[in-house]
């Protein structure tokens, strides 16, 4: 590799450098200039590797500028890290908790005071509490910002908890606002959780892959980072045709086309051509198949693969099934099969495209469930199809 590569595909790793989401951007950044949008409480789904906790990252960074106390809130510490979080940013409770060792006591958080050795147990109730105290005593920030990620790992209790205390703040009209990410479907499941029925009132934003002309943007400009390399349009088609703008395997295809390509001598560039992309195809997809297909696939059902793998068998040149073809290679009956091709769209592997036809959700699943490869020809459209 001759000079920096600006491409880190280390999973869940904060990207040097973040590319597209543009809307996404735009409707957190508008809710924070408006109290009464309806975009203060989002959940962003879907599948491993589309870039959520990179999103959540991203938008922590923007509400941080604009001047918001963040909380970013991971799986194994849901409400502990918003009591310590808001502990630091209030002076009545850091008196209460002075110096706290904070431990996880079932549904509540407690609290331990190294220097009372006392202990505070806050429920529901507190955290509601707390959340408010802060939000309305504010003085250098303009709201809490809480990001919640993976949130199908925290829980009931504690999203229970979490709920209550946002929702009240919120209908106290405290500026308070809460970005949770998790896979496909979990939005329904912390739906359904008894305290948390507010969720279902709340956006459910998509994520899947960037759009068509994003993806190029970002590879004209990441690849325009790396020194002495010039990457021909080529070679930028082929790494947007290979991604289909997933952002994961965006990062695996730029950071191994850079890295594989020869060292440039003294004082000359590194010309890429799609021929170097091409090179790089295999490593970008032994990682992207460790990373994501594989957990994705090893999480379904017998009967979801084989469908899966039938699809592949009846794929038409557009990258699509008709689901008549599938059962025909699966030896059953349509409707013997609608079961399985509905929970296999619910978990947004598959999507229906138009009546009677499906095509895969994520990038390289064909040649997953078919080598040797081929390359399809994508239609410019703004919106990857993919096969
Ligand atoms: N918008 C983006 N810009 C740059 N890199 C991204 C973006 N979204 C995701 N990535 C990168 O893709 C990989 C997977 O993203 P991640 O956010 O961990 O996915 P998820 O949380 O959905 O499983 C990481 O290497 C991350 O840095
Ligand atoms: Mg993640």
């Given at each position: 590799m001759a000079g920096n590569n600006p491409f880190n595909p280390s999973f869940g790793g904060k990207p040097q450098f973040f590319f597209g989401r543009k809307r996404e951007l735009d409707i957190v950044s508008e809710a924070l200039e408006n109290p009464?949008?309806?975009?203060?409480a989002l959940f962003f789904t879907g599948n491993r590797g589309c870039g959520k906790t990179a999103l959540l990252e991203r938008l922590s960074v923007m509400a941080s500028e604009a001047g918001w106390l963040c909380v970013d809130v991971h799986s194994a510490n849901a409400s502990e890290s918003i009591v310590r979080k808001l502990v630091g940013a209030s002076s009545k409770t850091t008196e209460r908790v002075a110096e706290p060792a904070v431990g996880f006591v079932g549904a509540s958080v407690k609290v331990g005071s190294l220097r009372t050795s006392a202990t505070t147990t806050y429920d529901a109730l507190d955290l509601s509490e707390a959340l408010l105290q802060t939000s309305g005593s504010l003085?250098?920030?303009a709201g809490v910002f809480i990001t919640v990620d993976e949130?199908?790992?925290?829980?009931e209790a504690d999203m229970e908890n979490l709920c209550a205390a946002v929702q009240m703040s919120m209908r106290k009209g405290m500026p308070v606002a809460l970005m949770l990410a998790g896979l496909p479907e979990s939005k329904e499941v912390v739906s359904a959780y008894k305290g948390c029925?507010?969720?279902?009132r709340v956006s459910d934003v998509r994520l899947d892959s960037l759009l068509v002309s994003e993806t190029y943007d970002a590879f004209r400009q990441l690849m325009g980072l790396a020194s002495n390399v010039e990457t021909c349009e080529a070679a930028i088609d082929e790494l947007a045709r290979y991604s289909q703008g997933y952002p994961y395997l965006m990062q695996l295809i730029g950071f191994h086309t850079l890295e594989e390509a020869p060292s440039a001598v003294l004082h000359q560039v590194c010309e890429i051509d799609q021929h170097a992309v091409r090179f790089a195809e295999a490593a970008a997809y032994e990682q992207f198949c460790a990373n994501v297909l594989d957990p994705v696939i090893a999480d379904l059902s017998d009967e979801q693969r084989v469908y899966l793998r039938a699809m592949a068998k009846s794929i038409d040149g557009d990258g699509r099934s008709r689901t008549g073809d599938v059962a025909n290679v699966m030896g059953k009956e349509q409707r013997q099969l609608s079961a399985v091709r509905d929970r296999l769209i619910r978990k947004r592997v598959i999507v229906a495209d138009g009546r009677g036809y499906v095509r895969y959700n994520l990038p390289r699943m064909r040649q997953y469930f078919t080598d040797p490869v081929e390359f399809p020809a994508y239609e410019d459209d703004d919106v990857w199809k993919h096969e």
């Open positions: 009464n949008s309806p975009y203060r003085k250098q920030h949130v199908q790992k925290i829980p029925t507010f969720m279902r």
